[in-house]
């Protein structure tokens, strides 16, 4: 073996010293790349199939910083932020977002959604999952109209002085369509993957039957309903205009939704992407309570909903863009005002094909796409570390990961999935975790180091691209 001594005589001292930073760029490197789970000891739950995927993935993932990223980001939801508990012999499970302790309907769903199809393998996994379907049932029950809730039901809010029938166990009071949406999605892909129908009993049936009880409501056919919403703030996308009721709307078989899934107040009222997903919704409602609970009444309304909600959207969503042509609008009031834009958040234009309201190659969606993705929509942002769409609840120019995730998520394009991966494993800025959002020019200024649905998302497309475009995790970015 050379000594150093002989090598620097033989090669020079440049070249020793070159060699000599290389080394330690790759110890510096090395070190970069440590584990940022919990210590087992300290994970809030642990799946032996979830284990065993990573472990799988990363044996294809050529690129250290990918597979460090994978491994730290797809178990997140598991490692920090379930609480599993059995609660009068059933199962219940509270999630928390991440480093808000509260419970959002929405967040709850996505963030345990990439595990469903590990339940077969893990009964484990299986029983944690059917604990969230009983823990939601339990926060609709207490108040259809909320979006977040809390572990204990006797909590107040900090939000407590809000304009709004506010009541202990809840978070906040934001009237938002998906966050009714999200639970049925849940419930129908655990039922169709397990054939388990014992989280659908009695009290979640009744849970439909609030649910569709509130799309009525909230259709304003007659009145503007029981719901309204203000609240004491400089921060005008969290308060509702007019009372707390919003601008009007024209009866024209839409619902009406007074917050996105961002959870910042829409302009106009009816919001497209997440009446597409209560489309979605109602009919997978409808097939679970005619099969499970033989409810055919109820199956029946459901389906009359969605139909109604359907035909309303094909008549009264497209717009013609003098940009883009024919698209799908972000928000309309039914007398002809509309918001040409996307929201980062999901459901989104963008996402509608993961949400399967639209199918991929659908060319009204296509253009919708090409839009979203364009200078065109306010809130697309292009710089020097990135591109994707962000929203009105981050601010300008601070890009979401999750939008370029759902972009991978949604493309026929192994150029473009590429490209997105890229820029994901680039926004994580050495933390080894997904943001909620960062600045277009600087990804070391981002907001929330701890936000478990982007992670466990961001896991799921790792996954989604090892299996249909494998040369992608094959590569070294």
């Given at each position: 073996m050379t000594s150093r001594k002989q090598f620097i005589q033989s090669t020079g001292l440049a070249a020793a010293a070159l060699l000599f930073q290389k080394t330690k760029a790759f110890s510096a490197n090395a070190k970069e790349f440590i584990s940022k789970r919990p210590p087992l000891a300290d994970r809030n739950f642990t799946s032996e199939a979830v284990e065993a995927i990573i472990k799988a993935v990363k044996k294809q993932i050529a690129d250290p910083e990918l597979a460090w990223l994978f491994e730290n980001c797809f178990p997140n939801t598991l490692d920090t932020t379930v609480d599993f508990e059995m609660i009068d012999g059933k199962p219940d499970t509270y999630v928390i977002t991440g480093d808000i302790d509260a419970m959002w309907l929405r967040d709850s769903t996505a963030q345990v959604w990439p595990y469903l199809p590990l339940m077969k393998n893990d009964k484990h996994l299986q029983q944690l999952i059917a604990g969230v379907i009983?823990?939601?049932?339990?926060?609709?029950?207490?108040?259809?109209?909320?979006?977040a809730f809390y572990k204990d039901p006797t909590k107040i809010s900090e939000w407590k002085s809000d304009i709004t029938e506010m009541k202990p166990g809840v978070h906040e009071r934001k009237w938002e369509i998906d966050s009714l949406c999200y639970p049925i999605r849940l419930a129908h892909q655990y039922w169709k993957d397990t054939g388990d129908t014992t989280p659908f009993d009695k009290a979640w049936e009744e849970s439909i039957e609030l649910i569709v009880k509130t799309f009525i409501e909230q259709q304003r056919k007659h009145n503007k309903g029981p719901y309204s919403f203000q609240r004491t703030t400089a921060w005008a996308t969290d308060g509702v205009p007019l009372s707390g009721y919003g601008y009007p709307v024209k009866p024209v078989g839409l619902i009406c939704s007074m917050f996105r899934p961002s959870?910042?107040?829409?302009?106009?009222?009816?919001?497209?992407?997440?009446?597409?997903?209560?489309?979605?919704?109602?009919?997978?409602?409808?097939?679970?309570?005619?099969?499970?609970?033989?409810?055919?009444?109820?199956?029946?309304?459901?389906?009359?909903?969605?139909?109604?909600?359907?035909?309303?959207?094909?008549?009264?969503?497209v717009i013609n863009s003098p940009q883009a042509g024919k698209i799908y609008g972000y928000e309309i009031n039914g007398f002809g005002s509309f918001n040409l834009m996307d929201d980062a958040n999901i459901p989104s234009l963008l996402s509608l094909p993961y949400l399967n309201a639209v199918p991929e190659n659908d060319m009204l969606y296509q253009s919708t796409r090409k839009f979203v993705l364009s200078e065109n929509n306010p809130f697309f942002f292009k710089g020097s570390d990135g591109e994707g769409v962000g929203g009105p609840h981050a601010g300008m120019d601070m890009i979401w990961p999750m939008s370029i995730i759902m972009r991978g998520l949604t493309s026929n394009s192994e150029t473009e999935v590429k490209q997105c991966m890229k820029m994901l494993i680039k926004s994580n800025a050495g933390t080894g975790f997904m943001h909620e959002s960062f600045n277009k020019n600087d990804v070391s200024n981002f907001t929330r180091k701890w936000f478990a649905w982007a992670n466990t998302l961001f896991g799921e497309f790792v996954i989604h691209t090892s299996q249909k475009y494998p040369s992608i995790i094959q590569t070294k970015f």
């Open positions: 009983n823990r939601q049932v339990k926060c609709i029950h207490l108040d259809r109209y909320a979006n959870d910042d107040a829409t302009i106009f009222p009816f919001l497209i992407p997440s009446n597409f997903f209560a489309v979605v919704s109602l009919r997978n409602a409808a097939e679970m309570v005619n099969s499970i609970s033989k409810n055919k009444q109820l199956a029946e309304k459901c389906t009359a909903l969605a139909n109604e909600v359907d035909k309303a959207l094909k008549k009264y969503a």
